[in-house]
């Protein structure tokens, strides 16, 4: 039996899914229901869903960010969205995500059901073939859900480097764990969080030092650093001098 996973915050939505669909006659069993994405998040970290129904547009809810960290992370699960929201940029880039199924609500029932057989097919497939020409289709989809997500780390380092920011913070917002967060960071930038944080840091400390009536002990408390020491000790590692030899340079 292939597991489905429910999210939507609509709990009429919700239960008309789980009831009226004939989910065994697919092959399929509701292991869970969440009404919404951050539930929806540790409901399939917790079960490891083969295929999910959601909604896109729900509160606290980037939809298209949680596509790409599903994806990702868990790149063998077949999705179906189910939306209110009628934009076809959006849709586009859902299905360039790898979503199998993009409906509007209200779905007629014979378009659920083509979701359910046809992901359920997409699922026996995986079990019975090789399928070589598959294998590059799906390499391409979890390629673009991996950038999609390290484009959007490292745009909320860059806007939050002078918080007291941890990678698990960061992959919070990305809706994957923080060790995959880690390994995509690893791959796509060549570099750990640390260094990515720091760089970014250091960054901002250079622009700063251009400004001679600001001490270079408020520089680094204003780019995140809350001990002098070791700013000075990741700048000089970074820029191969000391801040103060930095600006005595510019």
Not at 35 to 46: K, M, V
Not at 206 to 211: A, I, S, V
Not at 219 to 232: K, Q, S, T
Request: aromatic share 8%; hydrophobic share 40%.
């Amino acid at each position: 039996m292939y597991k489905v996973v429910i999210i939507d915050d609509e709990p009429i939505i919700v239960e008309g899914l789980h009831k009226t669909i004939n989910w065994a006659a697919a092959g399929c069993e509701v292991v869970g229901t969440a009404f919404s994405g951050e539930e929806g998040i540790t409901l399939i970290r917790d079960t490891k869903p083969d295929m999910i129904f959601s909604d896109i547009r729900m509160p606290k809810l980037d939809g298209l960010m949680m596509i790409a960290a599903i994806k990702s992370e868990f790149p063998k699960t077949q999705i179906a969205i189910l939306t209110g929201y009628r934009n076809f940029d959006y849709a586009q880039q859902a299905i360039y995500l790898g979503v199998s199924r993009y409906l509007l609500k209200p779905s007629k029932m014979n378009e659920l059901t083509e979701a359910v057989a046809f992901m359920a097919g997409k699922k026996a497939e995986e079990q019975t073939e090789e399928q070589h020409d598959k294998g590059h289709e799906e390499s391409a989809i979890i390629s673009e859900a991996n950038s999609f997500i390290v484009k959007k780390a490292m745009t909320y380092i860059e806007e939050h480097y002078q918080e007291k920011l941890m990678l698990s913070d960061v992959a919070d917002r990305v809706y994957v764990s923080h060790w995959h967060l880690s390994k995509l960071l690893n791959s796509y930038q060549g570099q750990k969080f640390a260094d990515i944080l720091n760089g970014v840091r250091i960054n901002k400390a250079k622009e700063l030092l251009g400004d001679p009536a600001l001490r270079i002990g408020d520089i680094a408390e204003e780019v995140g650093f809350l001990d002098m020491g070791h700013f000075a000790r990741v700048f000089k590692k970074t820029v191969g001098i000391s801040a103060t030899e930095y600006r005595n340079q510019i």
